[in-house]
């Protein structure tokens, strides 16, 4: 029987997480999975990592110094970078700086977790390097080799997939159940306080004007906590101060997006990859216009869609029929297995007895003044290794501390009961750890 590969996921937001862990199972169906979350401002809590669907221990918490050092010194088959470009960046070179020759390393993998609808260019250059970069769709594949050909740089890591979270039984009209809405709100778009509040008082106002409905406003988190994105303006405390409260027929829900999906009868978003998951369950999906259809909100993405909709149509009873032709660019409601050529692509490389060094395109020589201070924000040098003091300790050796001084602890105690003098010498050795 052959031996299970060995997997690490590395993440800094629940999202991120989701789609990390969900793309190791689809391109190693029996692997060994160690999952690390990156320390930081959007590091998910215990109870968000719940909600994204993904079973398993919660991941250890590093930085990625000391991410390095672990994968330097495990065996691991692959790594999937499931980051901000920047950081995908720093592992990188982090990785160079370990392998700078043929050597035996990991397969290092990386992508988008939802609609690229942004920092095209700059995210695919600081993702340049991976031996795999997943494209969600043929629309992006497609937009992702013509950056990297744009600048000259070897394309063929771009590799097409889809969203790892796609799925869900096909969609099925309400019938004698209660026709459900769902209004499904992003951390920072729209950004603006005003807007953020015509957005919830139209959904509010859906529920007034149809009372035999019920619409459950999907959020993300709860106050205090971050996502992907920071929420400066959280739904919970706009709903507080609605003229009148929410109506009987409207309330605040949270949990995982697939589970709420189970009982939607109309997904409505701005641009968020819910409407994705929902399309691809052939859901009724509505993304809104009525803040106009731009670039910073990300909803020029659904352009020929056959979504793009105004609560004033959703209020008169309108449901959009997405257009298939769209769907199929976009990696949705498609036939067929998404992954079999990126998980074919990972098994040839992660059985090669050698792998080339990463190179990304991004150099001292081809951006001498960006590359440092990416590098330096995960307290890297120049050349990808690690700033004296950026690594403190592994997960594991956190974990052999935390067993040690709990054995000590013990230890105290039987000594408290023999008398003082045994006392000293074992708290001397608790503060040595």
Request: hydrophobic share 40%; proline share 7%; aromatic share 6%.
């Amino acid at each position: 029987m052959p031996e299970r590969k060995r997997v690490a996921v590395i993440a800094d937001s629940d999202t991120r997480w989701k789609w990390g862990a969900l793309t190791a199972r689809r391109l190693v169906p029996d692997h060994q999975l160690t999952g690390f979350l990156l320390r930081g401002r959007a590091t998910p809590t215990a109870r968000q990592l719940g909600e994204v669907g993904v079973q398993g221990d919660r991941p250890a918490e590093v930085t990625c110094a000391e991410f390095l050092a672990e994968i330097g010194r495990e065996h691991y088959d692959v790594v999937v970078l499931s980051l901000v470009g920047g950081a995908v960046q720093a592992v990188l070179h982090g990785a160079r700086a370990l392998w700078p020759e043929p050597s035996r390393r990991p397969v290092l993998v990386t992508g988008y977790v939802g609609v690229v609808y942004e920092k095209l260019a700059d995210g695919l250059l600081l993702r340049h390097g991976a031996d795999l970069v997943l494209a969600n769709s043929r629309h992006d594949a497609e937009r992702f080799r013509a950056v990297y050909e744009g600048v000259g740089a070897d394309a063929g890591a771009v590799t097409e997939t889809a969203l790892p979270f796609l799925g869900g039984a096909p969609y099925e009209p309400a019938g004698s159940r209660t026709h459900t809405v769902v209004f499904a709100v992003q951390p920072s778009v729209p950004d603006s306080r005003a807007d953020r509040a015509y957005l919830l008082e139209r959904a509010a106002g859906h529920a007034r004007l149809h009372p035999e409905r019920e619409v459950l406003i999907k959020l993300r988190s709860r106050p205090g906590e971050h996502t992907t994105h920071l929420e400066e303006q959280p739904y919970q405390r706009l709903a507080a101060k609605l003229p009148g409260g929410l109506p009987p027929n409207c309330r605040l829900v949270y949990g995982n997006m697939g589970e709420v999906l189970d009982g939607t009868d109309l997904l409505v978003t701005v641009s968020s990859t819910a409407a994705l998951e929902s399309l691809h369950r052939s859901i009724p999906t509505a993304v809104l216009t009525d803040l106009g259809i731009r670039e910073a909100l990300g909803n020029h993405h659904f352009l020929g869609s056959g979504c793009l909709a105004s609560w004033d149509q959703l209020d008169a009873g309108l449901l959009p029929k997405a257009d298939p032709d769209w769907l199929a660019a976009q990696g949705v409601a498609g036939g067929g297995d998404a992954y079999a050529a990126a998980r074919a692509k990972v098994a040839e490389l992660a059985d090669r007895d050698q792998l080339p060094a990463p190179a990304p395109y991004y150099t001292l020589t081809t951006a001498p003044r960006y590359l440092p201070g990416i590098l330096a924000r995960q307290h890297l040098a120049p050349d990808g290794s690690p700033l004296p003091g950026a690594v403190r300790e592994t997960a594991g050796q956190s974990r052999l501390r935390r067993k040690l001084r709990a054995h000590l602890r013990e230890a105290a105690r039987g000594a408290y009961r023999h008398g003082v003098q045994r006392v000293a010498p074992v708290i001397r050795r608790m503060g040595e750890l």
